[in-house]
């Protein structure tokens, strides 16, 4: 596996727009990343993490503007929560027209959200946004080092290579789907639900 240093932006978002499968730091863990606008690409995503298909897969974003170019339905509240908390360790669920959900494993909603990382929001400032999820087999622990990575990818020609970022905190992000009268937590993780609730 090509191992790329932070400095390497552009040699990585090549392999991305080439439709590869690129292993980057998030601000939390490791993240196998693909292209959101290349089918093909992501659904290499489930194969690298034998993952089942109607698991949906996160994107990242650069921004929050980012969301003006996407089938999503932001409420005023998700902008206030998004606003407050982005970038950062949470991941909002919004409605999304289902072309868009199912061609990363949802069916009506994605899973958006703008990590606190400068290196991966310039990537994808380069690439346009990405479909990334932990990198891990399904089921297993996320990856904090790049020693992981390798022993978790080494070997796979699924995956174009590491984008080195050194140590990640291992705290994965709280998913979240924001509701009128209360919010359902997907998955507990970095921001306490209590912070998001308290945004009104």
Request: neutral net charge.
């Given at each position: 596996m090509i191992e790329w240093s932070l400095d390497d932006i552009d040699e990585v978002a090549a392999a991305l727009r080439n439709g590869r499968v690129v292993v980057v730091p998030t601000d939390t863990v490791y993240g196998v990343a693909a292209r959101f606008d290349d089918p093909v690409a992501v659904s290499k995503l489930?194969?690298?993490?034998?993952?089942?298909?109607?698991?949906?897969l996160p994107v990242v974003l650069s921004d929050f503007s980012d969301l003006a170019d996407m089938a999503v339905t932001v409420s005023d509240r998700a902008q206030r929560v998004a606003g407050q908390l982005w970038p950062g360790a949470l991941t909002l669920v919004l409605p999304a027209d289902p072309s868009l959900a199912q061609r990363v494993g949802g069916v009506d909603t994605l899973g958006v959200r703008v990590p606190d990382d400068d290196a991966l929001r310039a990537l994808v400032?380069?690439?346009?946004?990405?479909?990334?999820?932990?990198?891990?087999?399904?089921?297993?622990?996320?990856?904090?080092?790049?020693?992981?990575?390798?022993?978790?990818?080494?070997?796979r020609d699924e995956v174009?290579?590491?984008?080195?970022?050194?140590?990640?905190?291992?705290?994965?992000?709280?998913?979240?789907?924001?509701?009128?009268?209360?919010?359902?937590?997907?998955?507990?993780?970095?921001?306490d639900p209590a912070v998001i609730a308290a945004i009104r």
């Open positions: 489930f194969t690298v993490k034998r993952r089942p298909t109607t698991v949906a400032r380069l690439t346009g946004p990405l479909a990334v999820t932990s990198a891990n087999e399904h089921g297993e622990p996320p990856c904090t080092s790049p020693d992981e990575v390798h022993r978790t990818f080494d070997g174009a290579g590491l984008w080195n970022g050194g140590l990640r905190n291992g705290v994965v992000s709280t998913v979240v789907r924001l509701g009128d009268q209360s919010d359902e937590v997907l998955r507990s993780g970095a921001i």
